[in-house]
């Protein structure tokens, strides 16, 4: 079954989850934000990703979309799961679907854009011509949930309106705004073809980025007390090259990844951050704050765990929304460390103490000899201070 959030995404459930019409065809919503009127003559800066998913999720919540995608850096904010309407489409009462619903899924997606907008001092006329950044995943879960690599009334080039109801009833596809039936929106004017992946299409030479030094970065960075690049050592390392491999980005590696940072990290590392977008010194191979959260979703720390804070986590974490986390950092410390016990998967190791977490650690405590009622998943006094002196980690309170 294909997944309701699309992974990797930051999740703000606005609630308010209603179905679609099931009697439509599958469909996917292209729109952009057009936050701004800018020209050639006079473009404008471009308004940040953060500040439209504080839009979307406060005073625009009534008109709030499935995504919210910054083609720029690859982010994509998730407001309601894929088989819920969202509300980017007017839907007047004359209309004769209700046009959010029209469809088994009606995905979509506000790509965070206006034309002539400038970013980091290039100007971009159209959407197509950013680095597109984060495009392939959002097509590749689209197209999961059935919606064909059409466009029934043609793909977007331009901000001409074009509505056939007829289409719009039988044909499952793609549409831009510009096409959907009793709305007036023209957006978006332009939309990556569905064989781009991130940073596609190439810009002009004047808009390349300059290419990536011929040789690794050998230089460290220190993040939340922990260091990072080439010579550094430590849990935080073998953390980041095992989730560079779980997200397709280990091809440098030989052998690992383990806990001392070689050059093999630091490419690794610049392939990731380049998928991200970044260019140039940005994109060396040692890792910044923003792209380590993004990669990892939460900051190591220094492993020192809370029992007080984990046990809340445990407590919370399931029963809140998908990959909520109470305790990101510390949580993360227990989970590798399960993990490394042979007990929970790598790749739920991501600092939200969820349901799996919880199994994972009742299997942690059959194992210090716990049953019943006391092997819980819960973490105790004693058995996490075991796991911590069989991984290395120290335990307060």
Same mark, same amino acid.
């Given at each position: 079954?294909?997944?309701?959030? %699309?992974?990797?995404?930051?999740?703000?459930?606005?609630?308010?989850?209603?179905? &679609?019409?099931?009697? $439509?065809?599958?469909?996917?919503?292209?729109?952009?934000?057009?936050?701004? !009127?800018?020209?050639?003559?006079?473009?404008?800066?471009?308004?940040?990703?953060?500040?439209?998913?504080?839009?979307?999720?406060?005073?625009? +919540?009534g008109d709030a979309p499935h995504l919210i995608w910054d083609p720029f850096g690859g982010r994509i904010a998730q407001l309601f799961p894929a088989d819920s309407r969202s509300k980017s489409l007017l839907s007047p009462t004359t209309s004769p679907t209700r046009t959010n619903r029209a469809g088994r899924v009606v995905i979509q997606i506000e790509a965070v854009?206006? =034309?002539?907008?400038?970013?980091? *001092?290039?100007?971009?006329?159209?959407?197509?011509?950013?680095?597109?950044?984060?495009?392939?995943?959002?097509?590749?879960?689209?197209?999961?949930?059935?919606?064909?690599?059409?466009?029934?009334?043609?793909?977007?080039?331009?901000?001409?309106?074009?509505?056939?109801?007829?289409?719009?009833?039988?044909?499952?596809?793609? $549409?831009?705004?510009?096409?959907?039936?009793? !709305?007036?929106?023209?957006? #978006?004017?332009?939309?990556?073809?569905?064989?781009?992946? =991130?940073?596609?299409p190439i810009p002009p030479p004047s808009q390349q980025p300059p290419a990536p030094p011929a040789d690794p970065a050998r230089y460290r960075t220190t993040i939340n007390g922990l260091q990072y690049g080439y010579g550094a050592q430590g849990y935080q390392v073998t953390v980041v090259g095992r989730a560079l491999v779980a997200q397709g980005f280990g091809a440098? $590696?030989?052998? *690992? #990844?383990?806990? !001392?940072?070689?050059? +093999?990290?630091?490419? !690794?590392?610049?392939?990731?951050?380049?998928?991200? *977008?970044?260019?140039?010194?940005?994109?060396?191979?040692? #890792?910044?704050?923003?792209?380590?959260?993004?990669?990892?979703?939460? %900051?190591?720390?220094?492993? &020192?765990?809370?029992?007080?804070?984990?046990?809340?986590?445990?407590?919370?974490?399931?029963?809140?929304?998908?990959?909520?986390?109470?305790?990101?950092?510390?949580?993360?410390?227990?989970?590798?460390? %399960?993990?490394?016990?042979?007990?929970?998967?790598?790749?739920?190791?991501? *600092?939200?103490?969820?349901?799996?977490?919880?199994?994972?650690?009742?299997?942690?405590?059959?194992?210090?000899?716990?049953?019943?009622?006391?092997?819980?998943?819960?973490?105790?006094?004693?058995?996490?201070?075991? %796991?911590?002196?069989?991984?290395?980690?120290?335990?307060?309170?």
């Amino acid at each position: 079954m294909s997944d309701l959030w %699309l992974p990797g995404a930051e999740i703000h459930d606005l609630g308010d989850h209603a179905p &679609t019409d099931q009697q $439509y065809p599958p469909k996917a919503i292209a729109h952009i934000t057009w936050d701004r !009127n800018a020209t050639a003559a006079a473009p404008q800066d471009w308004c940040s990703f953060d500040d439209l998913v504080s839009y979307f999720t406060g005073s625009g +919540a009534g008109d709030a979309p499935h995504l919210i995608w910054d083609p720029f850096g690859g982010r994509i904010a998730q407001l309601f799961p894929a088989d819920s309407r969202s509300k980017s489409l007017l839907s007047p009462t004359t209309s004769p679907t209700r046009t959010n619903r029209a469809g088994r899924v009606v995905i979509q997606i506000e790509a965070v854009f206006f =034309p002539y907008c400038r970013h980091q *001092g290039t100007v971009y006329p159209r959407l197509v011509d950013t680095p597109c950044a984060g495009w392939d995943r959002i097509h590749a879960w689209i197209a999961s949930w059935g919606v064909p690599d059409t466009w029934p009334m043609g793909r977007p080039v331009d901000f001409t309106s074009h509505r056939d109801e007829q289409v719009w009833e039988t044909c499952g596809g793609w $549409y831009a705004h510009a096409h959907v039936p009793f !709305n007036d929106h023209t957006d #978006p004017g332009s939309w990556p073809d569905f064989t781009a992946g =991130p940073g596609t299409p190439i810009p002009p030479p004047s808009q390349q980025p300059p290419a990536p030094p011929a040789d690794p970065a050998r230089y460290r960075t220190t993040i939340n007390g922990l260091q990072y690049g080439y010579g550094a050592q430590g849990y935080q390392v073998t953390v980041v090259g095992r989730a560079l491999v779980a997200q397709g980005f280990g091809a440098h $590696y030989r052998s *690992g #990844p383990g806990p !001392n940072w070689t050059d +093999a990290d630091t490419e !690794n590392y610049a392939d990731y951050q380049r998928s991200l *977008g970044y260019s140039g010194q940005a994109a060396d191979g040692v #890792p910044g704050e923003g792209s380590l959260r993004r990669l990892l979703g939460y %900051l190591p720390g220094p492993r &020192t765990v809370s029992l007080a804070h984990v046990v809340a986590a445990a407590r919370t974490d399931p029963g809140a929304e998908q990959g909520h986390r109470t305790y990101g950092a510390e949580v993360a410390i227990v989970e590798q460390a %399960l993990a490394d016990e042979g007990l929970l998967e790598q790749r739920w190791v991501d *600092g939200s103490f969820g349901s799996l977490t919880v199994t994972a650690y009742a299997g942690w405590q059959r194992r210090c000899g716990y049953a019943d009622a006391a092997a819980d998943g819960i973490p105790g006094q004693d058995s996490l201070h075991r %796991l911590g002196a069989a991984q290395g980690f120290a335990v307060t309170d």
